[in-house]
């Protein structure tokens, strides 16, 4: 009763946006209460100038978490702070970093982000605190030459990122020394967004750091900034290799807020792929309930996942704003990246004096900015991570004030089962950060800098890994790369191996995608994923702009295009074949195997669809390019003939809701393989003797200093160093920083913003909460309907820690219980086989396997387009019915590995998404994709439940009989 008194203006806002729609959208309310300021006094070693200074800007007192974060680091301990959306981090760092430097004139700090602008906002800051003798400078692709030089000589804090470390600092070290001799503290902020490729990379770059410090005679103290995240210390010490103690008391204040989760009606004029329903676009609900928002004067932040979807949805909020009353479309902007600091500053301004009423925008504004405290924040799909989620939730409430928070579902599985799924949202732990720096395709462009920069000894080979690092290094001397002598490792080459190391991840020799009419380089793609993308006839957007492709030279790695914004979008179609390499793990539950190991996916695409944004396909095109093949890793399940086609028992004959599946067909098995990359590897870029000297494309980069930044995918940014720095993660910067088109065309659906039921034209007033509004005057007032009380899930579970499985799991053959505390989940198996008929068999595992791969980013900080997955009626190596999910980068990602940890929660949760979809037979919320190889085609949705049922009563009879039930592992 308390929280709902303290939310109650928050209730009354969505009362409002809800006011007048015939089905109420919304399927859960949650209450979440306000949270008193928990301060101390400043610590006694803090040095009185920075105390002072740290006062004069606003800050009295620290909370309880800021002075225990830098009194530990203070006192010389890796410490990594994980606190909520403007919790005070930065002066964690702040404070112990500021005291040393001023104590002792020679000390020196370096501090890391992932962006650009993150990096600019930091420096300001500490800049602003003026504190004497402390020179903080920043190094990154932005920095003139000019000043370069200076910064090296004089610097005290150095403000850089990743890769101009690896890159600019490391490659160069001894032009640091004075650097690296008294370097007291690294400071890594939002460290959760170093994850996947990009965050095993990082993880080995960071280790390379400490041992170049070590050589000059320091050895500098890590301080970590992170959003809230299962299990910071973990993954602080998997990311820096050593411990790291973890606070997560968050002592800063925060208001009260009401979350709402919603889910778009379905549209009747409008019909997809196989003349599936589709939802209203999350951008198109974002927009009015933007719009609802403004007018009722709450100040609202709604975050896009692409920028052009970020414009449309500001510029239909300004439509339907204009017909309530010519003045308030002004109050709504959109963020658009590429803007500079005066001008985010002077947005933050806007907002903050409600001069702005609502921006919308990507996650560019979800990191680097000091907007706190608003009315309203609306999240028009999910994120991609629950730390994102609560990161860019963070922004609304925290002035005192309550708040209110809705998070709208794109048309997907996965953002489906979240709003029928409350309790996944608000009652799981936020995920750890995957990441797995014993990737041998990491491990050893990473070992050959290393051995770079200095010789590397016996001794330093347990810091990168010990015996995995050994046989990297083995190979690395086999193919000359290396040469061995007594006293170490030695690099060979009097280049540095440093440019031709993509350490976000991409896979290799970048293709650039040029404007031929005036060879204008818009921006680059990474080779595994040049065919999907930038295939003659797709449409590339870069920066809200629109382009189409009319050449793709592969060998010259090169893509022409010309300026063009045809009326669709494009997909490629392709096909792929998997073979299994390796077995690494194999689980057996009579009938049912559940498999992790290596497999080479061999992807060809052959044609692409030509799309309108309402999902209405024109028509497909036919393509003729060569096949790519991936090394990565995959977990895999395989079902035998017998369990497949034998009759289910009577008792659990299917979920009733489902209607027949419709008639098999097309090809047997399907892939989802879009998302995938070949990259050309560090070896074959060694073969192709192509480890000296920078590229073409690298030199124009860092001409532009679009290595800061870029996304794994596409350095679109080149042109723009500015916009280049705002992207979040690794992968998200590719959905979020609008250069992927992969994304674009999942996001293509939310361009079309439908001109809907905005029906009132009658002015209205812009004043707090008046009256019913404008446009929902003319709707009934219906009020929010909320579910059942969410179920049950333990708290904080033990995760698995993502590591690759060990063979005693193996032994006890029970799966892990679920790493992220991801529920009590209902294996709900069915006693019997799938009772299929063999021609419904590939359509049923193909639906099956897009589904899993929705669901996956559940269980793996991961993205959809970050893994893959092939399935097949008869597999050649596992000689059954088999469905991959494989992890879409060179030597994976550790996101298959997560998988085959959370088997059971993940493919639970797979079989609930489709059970909850009310779609008669298959639809993008359950188990069409929108990347899939096959045009959607053969999906079986019944098919696949009977699937996944089989599979989980094959887990879950074995483990009874094992005593190891399946449902008490999940609770462990
Ligand atoms: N002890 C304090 N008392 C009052 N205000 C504070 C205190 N510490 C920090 N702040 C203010 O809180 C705001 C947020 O701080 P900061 O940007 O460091 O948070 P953060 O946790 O890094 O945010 P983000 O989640 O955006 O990374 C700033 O305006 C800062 O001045």
Known sequence: MEVMAETERARRLLHRVTA???????????????????????????????????????????????????????AGRHVVVSTGTASGKSLCYQLPVLSTLAADDKACALYLSPTKALGADQLRSVSALDIPGVRAAS????????????????????????????????????????????????????CHSYRGVFGSHVALLLRRLQRVARHYGSSPVFILASATTAEPGEFACRLVGADCVPVVEDASPRGARTVALWEPPLMEDHRGEHGAPVRRSAGAEASRILAELVIEGARTLAFVRSRRGAELTALGARRLLSEVDGELPRQVAAYRAGFL???????????????????????????????????????????????SFWQQAGRAGRS????????????????????????????????????????????????????????????????????AAREVLDRLVADRLLRRRPSGWYWTSRDRPHYEVDIRGSGGEQIAVVEADTSRLLGTVDPGSACTTV???????????????????????????HAEDPEWTTSAREVADIAVLNTQERLDYGGVTVCLGEVAVTSQVVGYLRRRPSGEVLDQVALDLPAQTLETRAVWYTISPELLEARRAPEVAGPPQIAGAPEPGGPSGGSEAGGTREGASFQKARRAGKLSGPSAIAEAREATGAWEAGGPREGTNSQDSRGAGEAVEPSAIAEASEISPPAEIADARETSLPREDTNSQQPHGTGELPGPSAIAEAREATSARETPAARQVSAARKASGGR?????????GVPEAPSEGAGTWEVGGAPGGAGLDPARIPGALHAAEHAAIGLLPLFATCDRWDIGGVSTALHADTGEATVFVHDGHPGGAGFADRGFAAVVPWLAATREAIISCECPAGCPSCVQSPKCGNGNDPLDKAGAVAVLETVLGAVSRHSARHDHGVAQAAAN
């Open 804 to 812: 690759r499985a060990t063979s005693a799991r193996v032994a006890s």
């Open 20 to 74: 007048g729609i015939p089905e109420n959208p919304v399927t859960h309310v949650a209450d979440l209460p306000a949270r008193e300021a928990r301060h101390t006094e400043w610590p006694s070693w803090a040095d009185p100038r920075v105390v002072d200074a740290l006062r004069s800007g606003g800050v009295e007192r620290p909370w309880a978490h800021q002075t225990e974060a830098a009194s530990l680091a203070f």
């Open 139 to 190: 190094y990154d692709g932005d920095t003139p030459m000019a000043e370069r030089d200076w910064v090296r000589a004089h610097a005290r804090w150095v403000f850089t990122n990743p890769d101009m470390l690896h890159r600019g600092i490391l490659a160069a070290h001894s032009r640091w020394a004075r650097l690296f001799r008294k370097l007291s503290y690294v400071v890594i902020d939002e």
């Open 341 to 387: 600091p005066e001008e985010r500053r002077a947005l933050e301004r806007a907002l903050l004096s409600g001069e702005l009423k609502g921006v919308a925008t990507t996650n560019a504004l979800e990191l680097g900015v000091d907007i706190a405290g608003l009315d309203a924040v609306v999240l028009a799909g999910y994120p991609g991570t629950l730390a």
């Open 400 to 467: 005192g004030d309550d708040a209110l928070v809705v998070f709208v579902a794109r048309d997907d599985p996965l953002d489906t089962y979240l709003v029928h799924h409350p309790e996944a949202v608000l009652e799981r732990p936020v995920e750890a950060a995957v990441l797995d720096p014993s990737n041998p395709y990491v491990l050893a462009p990473q070992l050959a800098c290393a051995a770079a920069e200095l010789p590397l000894t016996t001794g330093e080979l347990e810091t990168f890994g010990g015996a």
């Open 535 to 561: 295939h003659p006839g797709a449409v590339y957007l870069h920066q809200g702009s629109s382009y189409v492709v009319d050449e793709l030279d592969l060998e010259a790695g090169i893509a022409l295009v």
